[in-house]
Structure formats: C-alpha cells, structure tokens
Nanobody, 123 residues
Framework: QVQLVESGGGLVQPGGSLRLSCAAS????????MEWDRQAPGKQRELVAG???????NYLESVKGRFTISRDNTKTTVYLQMDSLRPEDTAVYYC?????????????????WGQGIQVTISS
C-alpha cells in the first residue's frame, strides 16, 4: 500500500508564487519518475512537469521558465515551485509517482496518484 499526500495549494494573485509538495509513504523500494499533472474545469488532465530518478526534468511548454520541479529522494517527496502564476494556471494539481515495490521477492512498478490539490489564481 502506498499513499501520496499533497500540500501547498491555495489562492494567490496573478504574478504570485506557490510551492506544492507531495510526500509518498508505504511500501516503497524506490521511486522512478515523479510528475505533476493538472486538470482545469472542462479540460483534460495534462502533464505539467516531470523528473526522473536521474534528475532529468521536462515541462509543459506554457510553464517553462516559471515552474520548477524537484525531488528529495531521502524523503520520497516531489516539489513544484510555481512562480509568475497566471489565471490560466488555475486547476486541481495531482502528483503522480512510479513506485517500485518489492513484493514476494519480485520488484514491481506501480503508478500512484495523490488526491489532488486546488490552485486558484485570481485577483
């Protein structure tokens, strides 16, 4: 069993900043990719940023230069620093992790999601 708990969302004015955190706990051998997705009302969920276990990152084009994803492997935590926020960044943000577990002597990988956290950009 693995749990992902997100924190750090809220309401901020355009141009402001927020830092999201997502901590994993449970049966974890190691974590491969860590990602942040978001879903705005009436829109499809989209990948915002990702970081693999080598530290290589990738970003949605519209957030490049404004958002920074990072990970702390000792704490099995992923962060999303969001600066210069815009109203169009308003969405529910979800963390996703690809978690390796040792089950019965076999290493398996599962995808786990957090419960989602609201981010609202408005004046």
């Amino acid at each position: 069993q693995v749990q992902l708990v997100e924190s750090g969302g809220g309401l901020v004015q355009p141009g402001g900043s927020l830092r999201l955190s997502c901590a994993a706990s449970g049966n974890i051998f190691s974590i491969a990719d860590m990602e942040w997705d978001r879903q705005a009302p009436g829109k499809q969920r989209e990948l915002v940023a990702g970081v693999d276990d080598q530290g290589t990152t990738n970003y949605l084009e519209s957030v490049k230069g404004r958002f920074t994803i990072s990970r702390d492997n000792t704490k099995t935590t992923v962060y999303l620093q969001m600066d210069s926020l815009r109203p169009e960044d308003t969405a529910v943000y979800y963390c996703r992790m690809y978690i390796r577990r040792l089950v019965g002597g076999t290493l398996t990988t599962i995808a786990s999601w957090g419960q989602g956290i609201q981010v609202t950009i408005s004046s």
